[in-house]
């Protein structure tokens, strides 16, 4: 017996496709006695497949064993300047692609120098020097508050690396750009979507959506905006 629990959206796996999987690397066949089934092996596998979180395979009295196989959930998908795409998930751990499912969520590109091989999140923020030369801990504080907040969840498209080190976000609704700059630690993230929603909230509704190619939130206690230049 087998169950798949999903955190979150999407789907990457299914019991249909885990049994073809045990069944291809020789851990599982039909007709199997259930005293022979290599449980051990079994869970090491599952837990080894970077879209799932957690795998417990265990035999119950009277012979059944069962599988429970928890899936992560992204929050972004990447794509970095050496031609890698993989997702990164809300617990800061990335996730490789899958050929059979896909998951609609914030894209971010640009130059981003993180590697699908290299560390999560976790890993790089306990340690000074990778801060100071990866980004994934960045693009994570900015996935998680989007993913997070309901206006900017259904607002932002995407998130883009500039080289100069500014990060960029591309709303779903409109032509301009949000310059948001450095997202070094949590809570400049959280002061900075904050004047951005009181920007959307309040100014938006009285200019409008087309009304300025950029909205720069780079600078401390204000929003600098250059307006759309119009016709005569």
Known sequence: HIEVHVD???YFITEEEILEDLHFHNLWHKGMR????PIGKIE???????????????????????????TRNPIARIFNRQ?????LDDEGVKMEISDLHAARILVVTGNIPDRLEG???????????LKSSQKLDDIYRISSYVCDDPLFHSLIGQIHLEKNGDFVLIPLVGDQKVVFGSALTEKEVAEKFKKLKIFYEEAMPYEGWDAYTEIS?????????????TDG
């Open 8 to 10: 979150g959206e999407a």
């Open 34 to 37: 259930s005293g022979d089934v």
């Open 44 to 70: 090491a596998y599952l837990k080894g497949i970077s879209q799932v979180k957690n795998a417990r395979v265990y035999r119950k009295l009277g012979g059944e064993w069962r599988i429970e196989v928890t």
């Open 83 to 87: 031609g890698q795409t993989y997702y």
């Open 119 to 129: 560390q999560n999140v976790s890993e790089i923020i306990n340690n000074d020097s």
């Open 217 to 229: 939130l780079k600078y401390e206690d204000q929003i600098v905006c250059k307006k759309k230049e």
